[in-house]
């Protein structure tokens, strides 16, 4: 609970038609957009330059770089310290500049706010293996981060394979974020790409974009050494950052029981180069550290929700051209999923038909790939490759298993001792 009524408020300007191309001074009204408690900046100690973690959260929640200034365009001294806090007013206002930018020609503000309701639709407690259209999902997440939760190393068996956007967001949702959020990188296509995935356990899963985040640096407004952090790191290195957003999730035997170790531990990341591949990239990242952040400095959600209403229903929208082709993808998906799903239901009551033989259905579900653009051989490679990796995950899983969740608990154990 707050015990200081000392705080930060920053403002940032909006266009009132919602249109970042529009640079007529008239049209840019500014607007409180986040309140930081003082007292909570200096419990969380999530930057040791706190001016430049409230530069890069500004910048998260609205899609858009700047700079954080005082008023009038007072400068601002982005390297005080934590300490430097104690010494403010009781209500200190800053300002965030977007920078404007040369795009085709055109001047434009780069601005793409998050959706207020990034997190709110998320579901918990359920691992994305379920679902039909992510059958391999969970797998390819998995096997990239380890075999292990990657904020705490909790065994897969208490793990979800996370979905930083969330699945039912579907793919035109996550298009559309990393194809504005993200200038110059590929646009993630689809909902179940890896990339968009991370490998959780159960309690982180279901405070992922709430009250915990992860703070990938250096980023544009901080470096790797303006973080707190727990341990020994490198100064100038890539860091990911494990952050708790709420204080009462401090106290450690809070933050050990969800994390395994302190707040600002570095997560895990893979160490082959073409397991960062698939990686998550920094817009991902970003935007679910944007939606701890709204829901924490925000301020009521409705209010946030009513300020960046009117640019939200002006983004542009998909061309016809491109709803027909994720049209397209997403029906087929549906089709192979469907006749997959249906297919290993009834493999597993059959009894009276061979192994290498094709009973009538086999014919269907083989009719439903063909017309899915899935050829015979293609059908045939894949079912290769699925019991393949079936077999394999079922040796990899009875082999490794029972000495994860011994090793872990041993761990636990220990750490309970000391």
């Known amino acids: 609970m707050s015990t200081s009524s000392k705080v930060v408020h920053v403002s940032t300007q909006l266009p009132t038609d919602g249109n970042p191309s529009n640079l007529v001074l008239d049209n840019w009204v500014w607007k409180r957009c986040l309140t930081f408690p003082v007292d909570a900046l200096t419990a969380l100690k999530f930057s040791n330059k706190p001016y430049k973690w409230i530069r890069y959260a500004a910048g998260v929640v609205l899609g858009a770089e700047g700079t954080l200034s005082r008023g009038d365009n007072e400068l601002l001294d982005l390297e005080s310290d934590l300490a430097s806090l104690d010494r403010l007013p009781d209500t200190t206002d800053l300002f965030y500049h977007i920078d404007i930018f040369t795009e085709e020609g055109v001047p434009t ?45 909790m065994p897969p068996e208490i793990c979800d394979a996370v979905h930083l956007v969330a699945h039912c967001k579907g793919d035109e949702y996550i298009q559309s974020l990393t194809r504005h959020r993200q200038r110059g990188a590929d646009v993630i296509e689809e909902i179940d790409d890896t990339r968009n995935g991370l ?86 990242f970003d935007a679910v550290y944007a939606s701890a952040i709204s829901e924490h400095f925000g301020g009521p959600m409705k209010d946030l929700r009513e300020l960046l209403e009117p640019f939200q229903a002006l983004m542009p929208k998909e061309d ?75 040796i990899k899983s009875r082999r490794e298993s029972a000495a994860k969740v011994e090793s872990w608990r041993g761990s636990v154990s220990t750490a309970g001792a000391a």
């Open 109 to 153: 503000r780069r601005l793409f706010p998050l959706d207020p309701d990034f997190a709110a639709s998320r579901m918990t407690g359920t691992s994305t293996a379920d679902s039909t259209r992510c059958v391999n999902f969970r797998a390819e997440v998995m096997q990239r981060d380890g075999d292990g939760c990657v904020a705490t190393g």
């Open 199 to 284: 490998f959780l356990c159960k309690n982180l899963h279901a405070a992922l974009g709430k009250g915990f985040a992860i703070l990938k640096t250096p980023n544009f407004a901080m470096k790797t050494e303006d973080v707190v952090q727990v341990g020994t790191e490198a100064v100038g290195t890539t860091r990911y950052t494990a952050h708790l957003f709420h204080v009462k999730y401090l106290p450690s035997e809070v933050s050990g029981g969800l994390l395994g170790r302190p707040p600002g531990s570095a997560i895990q990341i893979p160490a082959r180069g073409e397991d960062m591949a698939s990686w998550p990239p920094d817009v991902l």
């Open 320 to 394: 016809a051209e491109q709803k027909r082709l994720n049209e397209e993808r997403l029906e087929k998906k549906r089709k192979v999923a469907e006749g997959d799903a249906e297919q290993r239901k009834r493999h597993a009551r059959r009894s009276n038909t061979g192994p290498h033989e094709m009973d009538s259905m086999d014919t269907v579900f083989s009719l439903w790939h063909l017309t899915a653009g899935i050829s015979a051989d293609m059908l045939a490679k894949q079912r290769e490759e699925m019991a393949t990796k079936e077999r394999e995950a079922k």
